[in-house]
T-cell receptor, first 115, second 115 residues
Framework: AQSVAQPEDQVNVAEGNPLTVKCTYS??????LFWYVQYPNRGLQFLLK??????LVKGSYGFEAEFNKSQTSFHLKKPSALVSDSALYFC?????????????FGSGTRLQVQP | GAVVSQHPSRVICKSGTSVKIECRSL??????MFWYRQFPKKSLMLMAT?????????EQGVEKDKFLINHASLTLSTLTVTSAHPEDSSFYIC???????????FGQGTRLTVV
């Protein structure tokens, strides 16, 4: 079975500072990894994904994520945070080799960017 | 990406009544739809998978008789919460399955409040 861990319930950062939202995963075989953002009472919006190849993945709104196979991590990063980035962020995994199509989500991390 | 319309976005109902949530795929045909439930400050949990032309598949621990799922056509999947109780209050989200490396897309979600 696969699992995703987001160790921080909340991350606070000042506007203009870099941000990191942590994610580690456990999966049999190779993973497809995803980050989604959720605003209040809304569905999830796709930010970026890792499939294969370059470990640094660039996504929407200036976000990027670094895949680290040895540490089984896929941390979300942004060089300069905006107040509008404040939202709930989910990391998710889909095993590459099992044919399972549903995503397994982490518990979510609330990002609070202070002006 | 796939466009999914979920309705209603919010609903308040009395205990004991039933509520139907609709999920429509607007620009593609969906033979399968995932239904997730999100508890406050918690991750999304897969409840069930609806299948066009056959019975839904429920995850372990999900009451089939309480959460009726129907996949009436290639563009419509519905979730009916029957005999609702306050503990059924939650945020429900539908999502057509991505496959392989493709990202999943999500409906806007439905905030159900049972009073």
């Amino acid at each position: 079975a696969q699992s995703v861990a987001q160790p921080e319930d909340q991350v606070n950062v000042a506007e203009g500072n870099p941000l990191t939202v942590k994610c580690t995963y456990s999966v049999s075989g190779n993973p497809y990894l995803f980050w989604y953002v959720q605003y209040p009472n809304r569905g999830l919006q796709f930010l970026l994904k890792y499939i294969t190849g370059d470990n640094l993945v660039k996504g929407s709104y200036g976000f990027e994520a670094e895949f680290n196979k040895s540490q089984t991590s896929f941390h979300l990063k942004k060089p300069s945070a905006l107040v509008s980035d404040s939202a709930l962020y989910f990391c998710a995994v889909r095993p590459m080799d099992t044919g399972r199509r549903a995503l397994t989500f982490g518990s979510g991390t609330r990002l609070q960017v202070q002006p | 990406g796939a466009v999914v319309s979920q309705h209603p976005s919010r609903v308040i109902c009395k205990s004991g009544t039933s509520v139907k949530i609709e999920c429509r795929s607007l620009d593609f045909q969906a033979t399968t739809m995932f239904w997730y439930r999100q508890f406050p400050k918690k991750s999304l949990m897969l409840m069930a998978t609806s299948n066009e032309g056959s019975k839904a598949t429920y995850e372990q621990g999900v009451e089939k008789d309480k959460f009726l799922i129907n996949h009436a056509s290639l563009t419509l999947s519905t979730l009916t919460v029957t005999s609702a109780h306050p503990e059924d209050s939650s945020f429900y989200i539908c999502s057509p399955p991505g496959q392989g490396a493709s990202e999943a897309f999500f409906g806007q979600g439905t905030r159900l409040t049972v009073v």
